[in-house]
């Protein structure tokens, strides 16, 4: 299999390493995280203007019509400078879902605005006790003459407070375990009965627990048929865990850099650390563990879409096990070899250490993925 990059794909990628570069330096990225918001609008159209909330959405419709490819090499980027803005959550998850699932009137209302940035939608989907599994689903939704009723809970909903839509899913039809019945719904943020508990995460990310109490919307609003959104959630979700993957492999490659530089500088007994051939070989075993996470990356990347279910989503379990199981090693690595000095807010291993322990977790841990695989991604 071929793993060479375009030439265009290449220039995307070098143009996206220097806009990071350039406009996301460690003393903006702080003063983004104090903010009240937690991320920066002002980057977010920024990354409209380069065309990067675009990438999923058909050209039709004013995007790119971009493959998992070019996620791949911006989700590299986004890694290595720890952007906070929430592209995982919206320009692919939750542009993906609209893409997938939407009527005609709804992508041309809700596509053009997700890619210049105007619209912000996140998935509403994960609840508590699910552990990862995405077919179980106790939010119901009720239908009325003239549209339905949400009842339920929602967990950790990465961004919901800077969310214009959210993309909630409620069960219209069977049991609480059952893939038949699962519905989509866009609803407002503000919608009367629905409240948010905002948060910070382990990786000083933002993210709400969603209570929704006879929440009302029109049948307008149901994305795609009625009972039969896991199909496309289930794609939409491997699309995230092959993007988390290549973030993955971005913060994975900062976290060495920084441990070999700082090594490099470190002295104890006249001498840096970095000639002490025990360190020497803890730093080679970082660094097969960044090969290995970036190979199944490209995996990930190259199967995220695949039509088959299963060959797909044993893929991309395959690569988000190796990858969490990097971001243990590697995260708690650079920790050691930085000492006592790691764990401080002013050196960005820290930041890097808590992104990979977030993203280990996220989307299904190691644990899950292994099982999943093992059962053959069913």
């Known amino acids: 299999m071929d793993f060479n990059f375009s030439k265009e794909q290449e220039q995307l990628g070098e143009t996206i390493q220097r806009f990071v570069a350039r406009e996301y330096s460690t003393e903006r990225r702080k003063a983004i995280l104090k903010s009240r ?37 911006t989700m590299n980027a986004i890694g290595k400078a ?6 995982l959550p919206s320009a692919i998850l939750g542009t993906s879902l609209v893409r997938d699932l939407g009527s005609g009137e709804q992508k041309k209302a809700m596509l053009p605005a997700l890619a210049a940035g105007e619209l912000i939608v996140v998935p509403a989907h994960g609840e508590a006790g699910a552990r990862y599994e995405l077919e179980r689903v106790a939010t119901r939704a009720t239908a009325t003459a003239d549209g339905f009723v949400l009842e339920g ?22 049991a609480v375990n059952d893939r038949a019945g699962i519905s989509l719904f866009v609803v407002p943020r503000d919608a ?13 990310q933002r993210a709400a627990d969603v209570t929704l109490h006879e929440v009302r919307v029109p049948r307008q609003n ?16 491997d699309l995230g865990i092959a993007a988390l993957c290549a973030e993955a492999v971005g913060a994975l490659s900062a976290s060495l850099d920084a441990t070999v530089e700082y090594t ?69 690595q650079s920790i050691q070899l930085h ?24 989307l299904g841990d190691t644990e899950h993925h292994l099982e999943k695989f093992a059962r053959g991604a069913q």
Not at 51 to 64: D, F, K, N, V, Y
Not at 192 to 204: F, H, I, K, R, V
Not at 230 to 235: K, T
Not at 279 to 303: P, T
Request: hydrophobic share 50%; glycine share 10%; net charge neutral.
């Open 339 to 362: 000492g006592g000095m790691g764990m401080t807010d002013e050196l960005l291993i820290s930041h890097h250490f808590r992104r990979l322990a977030a993203i280990e977790l996220s």
């Open 264 to 332: 490099r500088t470190r002295k104890q007994f006249g001498q840096p650390i970095g000639k002490f051939q025990v360190l020497q070989h803890r730093m080679a075993d970082m660094l097969m563990h960044v090969e290995q996470a970036r190979s199944m990356s490209y995996l990930a990347a190259m199967r995220c879409t695949d039509g088959d279910a299963a060959v797909r989503g044993r893929a991309v379990s395959a690569a988000k096990a190796l990858v969490g199981q990097a971001c243990r090693f590697v995260g708690q």
């Open 222 to 237: 149901l994305l795609g048929p009625e009972g039969g959104a896991f199909e496309a959630l289930s794609a939409a979700f």
């Open 82 to 87: 720890l952007l906070l803005e929430p592209y």
């Open 37 to 73: 918001e937690g991320f920066s609008r002002e980057v977010w159209a920024q990354l409209a203007e380069l065309g990067l909330l675009a990438l999923l959405i058909p050209e039709e419709h004013g995007g790119m019509g971009a493959s998992a490819l070019e996620v791949l090499l």
């Open 192 to 204: 009367a009965g629905l409240s948010l508990q905002e948060y910070p995460t382990l990786d000083s």
């Open 153 to 174: 809970k929602k967990a950790v909903v990465l961004h919901a407070t800077a969310a214009n839509m959210l993309l909630v899913s409620a069960r219209t039809a069977g």
